[in-house]
């Protein structure tokens, strides 16, 4: 009578158990986590492979473009080009840098995932945008003083055109876009608000280019949100 009791009462203790399924012990929850983490983390780290992917392929037209806009600005300041030694190095390392940046991409994803972690090529394509952009900032200053206003125009449409053509390239990794818009365009607002000749819109070039800056990142915010 006794094991029947017993038996019965082991029963009623774990039906609780078998109808509830999420009512694990410590050890059984612990080792249910651990089997759902690896998912979450190999999701993770697909969609960051696909991002990274995607930079590197949209890299290898965008630069393309990039290299024949050079020439078109190459063109533009050719006064300061010709008039100042720094504007022609600082030109000639703009040209070796993307063309560097270019060949790198034009390797096959296979082989750059064997050279270079996922981490390492996120950074290596973010220096290059930021190094891109900061040399084409630098130009802005070298060759400010030394163009007229109407080329100082000219060159300022191009680099506006820069940044709206990044957005197509760059746009859906906010981080990135900014590291190449903001320091081009910031020192084009610099350029313009510092600007000592008599009155001929510089002022309206900087707020115009304030309110595009601010435009594009936002726009490149909720790219990333539908990406």
Known sequence: MREVFRDVLLTLTELPLMKNP??????????RDADRQPKSYLHKREISAHMIRDLYERGRISILFLLMLISVIRWVIDAAYVADATVRGTFFLLIAINVARWL?????AQRRDALLGLREQLALFACGVFLTSAILGTIVVLVWPLLD????SIFAVIIAGLVSGASMSLGFSPLVYMLYTLPLVGMLFLMCVTDQRPDWGADI??????????????????QSRKH
């Open 22 to 31: 999420e009512n694990l012990s410590a050890p059984d929850a612990i080792q």
């Open 104 to 108: 790198f991409m034009m390797l096959p």
């Open 149 to 152: 206003t109407a080329h100082i």
């Open 205 to 222: 070039l900087a707020t115009a280019f304030a309110l595009y800056a601010v435009s594009v990142l936002v726009m490149s915010i909720d």
